[in-house]
């Protein structure tokens, strides 16, 4: 069977690296930090009581974050 077959253990290892790295970066930069921002949204709207039964889209998160960083700011 070829997946084992000891000779091409390294290059299966070398290319299970690569891709994994890739996909860790990947979910580091893009999905990561969109889940922090929605479930910051959504804990901002429902302190304003602005949370509806609706999922949240971009710009009304959008709004939410700029609303609750410049009220931070300002304390």
């Excluded at 891709?19 to 959504?42: C, E, G």
């Excluded at 949240?56 to 700029?66: A, F, G, P, Q, Y």
Aim: glycine share 2%.
């Amino acid at each position: 069977m070829p997946q084992l077959a000891v000779e091409t253990f390294v290059s299966q290892y070398f290319w299970f690296l690569i891709l994994l790295v890739l996909f860790h970066t990947f979910m580091i930069t893009t999905v990561i930090p969109n889940i922090s921002l929605t479930l910051k949204a959504r804990k901002v709207g429902a302190a304003e009581g602005l949370v509806e039964l609706t999922p949240v889209n971009v710009s009304s998160r959008d709004n939410i974050l700029d609303t609750s960083l410049r009220s931070n700011a300002s304390l």
